[in-house]
């Protein structure tokens, strides 16, 4: 790899060779979802410069790949911080992240990050990084300086819009996110993407023709005679008044719509931001992306059974994507309002949790995921831990059904901020393994508060499937949890 011939200067910048040595701390499997045997995709909770060092030692091991054997992840996507020196807090104003690393720190943050996951890329492999205005243009010299200036691929805007502009601002608004693509090598995955826009026919200014078809035109460009009257034959050929030939693209009609195909190009203003997502996508987490903006750079940079990265995986966006395209994927993130949205969202996705049932979508098993921690000694680190927490369950058995009912009657969680939250307002989610080996939990059922209240807070299992110990987890809306073993007597 030719490396740029200029570089940042700043203090506190490591070389590479000691950003490279970064201990591989080991990764401690906490959750499992059960499923068949072979490849299990992967959430880790820690900080992401230990789990990229763990993860690169997977990849050396040959345990980290796309399902075609290429060793590595085929896409890196990474949305991080962007030096806002700003709070994030969710929906119900838990603690989500702190965005503090500011200037030569962040840069320097970001950095030792890109390096090793420069070295978790296979071969054709490649890196979106979306940033902001802020520090977009430090972070591009800083990827000419890992990645080689000649593997830059696309300074990509994504013009979201839709916020408006301030008439006293005093400078013209800001409605675009920056996206830095780049490969590892001299190749990489590319597959060309097109999408459309919607027109209604009357202001359209699209014309018909004798079949009642309609077309726009485009200039003749460098087509031959020959393909001309190729073309004139498949009825693609128009003539201006003065005999000036153009060619016909045909529109697909629907209703008084009609619908114009173009190819995306390096401006993304088809997408709208996360103010505009629908309700059912929507999960509190802040900064939250669209999940139309990560199937395009999923769809455009990797093939089914290719594995994608996210090292600041957030509200799982990325994740949840590439688990509905069908490619593999790896995310880490820090936070335990994070690592709970996303198993959530993971787990809320239909047949994911039903395991071995063929996908509506995908016409196969859905993949089982595992969640490891990777765990330092301080920092928010979302290894669970139940600080607080109150529950209390009656337990029944229902001889007509042959299963235990569990009736959840209370509820209490410390909350983030050490406050008490009483009541259920303050649960999650409940997941149950049947047969708890001690250590790890293997989800057997999941159920979220939505489907806890439609069923008065009460769920139920069947007793032929229980083959040992039975274990609880309770979360609250913070991402902490409680585990502990159902008493069935």
């Not at 700003?86 to 500011?102: I, M, P, S, T």
């Not at 995955?189 to 009642?212: H, I, M, P, Y």
């Not at 390096?266 to 509190?284: F, N, R």
Request: hydrophobic content about 35%.
């Amino acid at each position: 790899m030719t490396r740029s011939s200029y570089e940042l200067t700043y203090r506190g910048k490591s070389p590479e060779k000691a950003v490279l040595s970064t201990p591989a701390l080991p990764l401690h499997l906490v959750k499992a979802l059960r499923g068949p045997a072979g490849w299990r995709n992967i959430l880790i909770s820690g900080d992401n410069l230990n789990a990229l060092a763990s993860l690169l030692e997977m990849k050396k091991k040959g345990r980290l790949s796309s399902a075609d054997g290429s060793p590595g992840a085929k896409l890196v996507y990474i949305d991080p911080p962007f030096s806002t020196n700003l709070e994030f807090r969710g929906k119900e104003k838990q603690k989500a992240y702190k965005d503090k690393v500011l200037g030569a720190e962040y840069i320097e943050f970001l950095r030792r990050r890109l390096i090793l996951m420069r070295e978790l890329l296979s071969p054709d492999g490649s890196i979106f990084v979306h940033l902001d205005w802020k520090k977009a243009h430090y972070i591009k010299a800083v990827m000419d300086e890992v990645f080689g200036e000649e593997n830059f691929l696309n300074d990509i805007i994504w013009s979201y819009g839709g916020r408006g502009a301030k008439a006293v601002a005093g400078q013209f608004s800001r409605n675009h996110d920056i996206i830095l693509w780049y490969r590892k090598g001299g190749r990489h995955t590319f597959n060309q993407l097109s999408f459309e826009r919607a027109f209604t026919k009357k202001e359209s200014g699209f014309k018909q023709d004798e079949q009642g078809r309609w077309f726009k035109t485009s200039p003749r460009g460098d087509y031959t005679d020959e393909s001309i009257r190729a073309l004139e034959k498949e009825g693609r050929v128009y003539r201006t008044r003065n005999g000036t030939v153009r060619i016909k693209y045909f529109l697909r009609e629907e209703r008084d719509l009609l619908f114009e195909s173009k190819l995306v190009g390096d401006v993304w203003d088809d997408i709208p931001d996360a103010m505009h997502l629908s309700a059912a996508e929507k999960t509190g987490y802040p900064t939250q992306k669209p999940e139309s903006l990560l199937a395009r750079v999923i769809l455009a940079a990797s093939n089914p059974g290719d594995l994608v990265l996210d090292a600041f995986a957030g509200a799982g966006t990325t994740l949840a994507v590439a688990e509905k395209l069908g490619r593999r994927w790896a995310g880490v993130d820090s936070g335990a309002l994070a690592v709970h949205t996303i198993e959530k969202r993971l787990l809320s996705i239909k047949d994911s949790r039903r395991i071995g049932k063929p996908s509506k979508r995908h016409g196969k098993a859905c993949s089982p995921f595992e969640v490891f921690s990777v765990c330092p000694e301080s920092g928010d680190c979302a290894c669970g831990g139940g600080r607080g927490h109150d529950v209390k369950c009656r337990y029944s058995i229902d001889d007509s059904t042959g299963e235990c009912v569990v009736r959840i009657e209370r509820f209490r969680s410390l909350g983030s901020q050490g406050a008490d939250d009483a009541g259920l307002d303050a649960l999650s989610s409940v997941a149950l393994d049947m047969d708890f080996n001690g250590h790890v939990l293997h989800m057997d059922s999941y159920h979220t508060k939505e489907e806890l209240e439609k069923n008065g807070f009460e769920f139920r299992f069947p007793l032929e499937k229980v083959k040992g110990g039975v274990m609880l987890v309770f979360s609250d809306i913070y991402g902490n949890e409680k585990w502990f073993s159902g008493e069935l007597a």
